[in-house]
């Protein structure tokens, strides 16, 4: 038995509905855009439905609405000393968002916004601008002492500064292809289970 594996890569296939250009940018519209919007779409009416009428006794929705926004408040926290509250309301969006484009993807014939490296690429780089930006506003020049490892004797600080350095800029390389690639092998199995079960006797 042979799988045709090319029903399974159609899934990851971008297919432009209208094309729109402005000077070099492309804002062509795409299956992309329309899932992500359609994400951010069922993140906002979904949370809305969960808390539109809040009790003091809540219900299993404004539950859930509680329970999702704790857990993000207490990783917050956990990341960022002292300071994580005020950061909160800009981990759960980016939470949300990427938890809606992954449970979209779930439905029948949608499209996975998240399984495009472009998508999941500019989310990283993105984060990784505004978090180095923020650092260096508020150290200063002192930012770089975090490329030399405190007790480090000064001859290997050659070797250990550029590791540190690369390290850092590789951040946002791999958040992006981390989440990359676990949508795509995920949609993947999904593909070959569902295929195997179709074709057994």
Known sequence: ???????AL???RVVVYHELHLGPLDLSISNTTVFI?????????TLHLM?????????????????????????TELNIHGEGEKYIPLMFTIFTFILGCNLIGLIPGAFTPTSQLAVTGTLAVGIFLYATGLRF???GWGFFHAFAPRGVPRIMLPLMVPIELLSFLARPVTLALRL????????????V?????????
């Open 37 to 45: 919007w359609g994400a951010v779409a069922l993140v906002v009416l």
């Open 137 to 139: 506003y508020r150290h």
């Open 180 to 191: 990359f690639a676990n949508m795509t092998a995920g949609h993947m199995a999904i593909f």
């Open 51 to 75: 808390v539109v009428k809040p009790k003091l006794v809540p219900g299993p929705g404004q539950l859930l609405a509680e329970m999702l926004y704790g857990f993000v408040a207490r990783q």
């Open 10 to 12: 159609e899934h990851f």
């Open 193 to 201: 289970l569902g295929a195997l079960g179709m074709a057994a006797p």
């Open 1 to 7: 038995m042979s799988l045709d594996m090319s029903g």
